[in-house]
């Protein structure tokens, strides 16, 4: 059974940090594309970032390039999210999700096989 367990979410102030994992359970790890998507409240889920099972290709949403980053382990099976510089914008529910056929587009939500269960981020002004 495949698992995607998010954590690293919380409150932080206008400016802040968070540095968000993914771990993952029941999959061949190193051969899927691995991404971080987000959803605000009353908004649709959006991509945030992806990232190719070497590393070696990131791709990222125009509104967080430049304050965050996707990194992975696959010897940990774990995806990150550094996320600084944040603002009240990038409150929202945080999933990451993983797909097994690595040519998808990244940013499309139906590429995607699996998601994990979310992590709240809240930036207070």
């Known amino acids: 059974q495949v698992q995607l367990v998010e954590s690293g979410g919380g409150l932080v102030q206008t400016g802040g940090s968070l540095r968000l994992s993914c771990a993952a359970s029941?999959?061949?790890?190193?051969?899927?594309?691995l991404a971080w998507f987000r959803q605000a409240p009353g908004k649709e889920r959006e991509f945030v970032a992806a990232?190719?099972?070497?590393?070696?290709?990131?791709d990222y949403a125009d509104s967080v390039k430049g304050r965050f980053a996707i990194s992975r382990g696959n010897a940990e099976n774990t995806v990150y999210l550094q996320m600084n510089s944040l603002n009240p914008e990038d409150t929202a529910v945080y999933f990451c999700a993983a797909a097994s056929n690595i040519y998808i587009n990244p940013n499309r939500r139906s590429g995607y096989d699996h998601w994990g269960q979310g992590t709240q981020v809240t930036v207070s002004a």
């Open positions: 029941g999959l061949a790890f190193v051969n899927y594309k």
């Open positions: 990232i190719t099972w070497s590393g070696g290709n990131t």
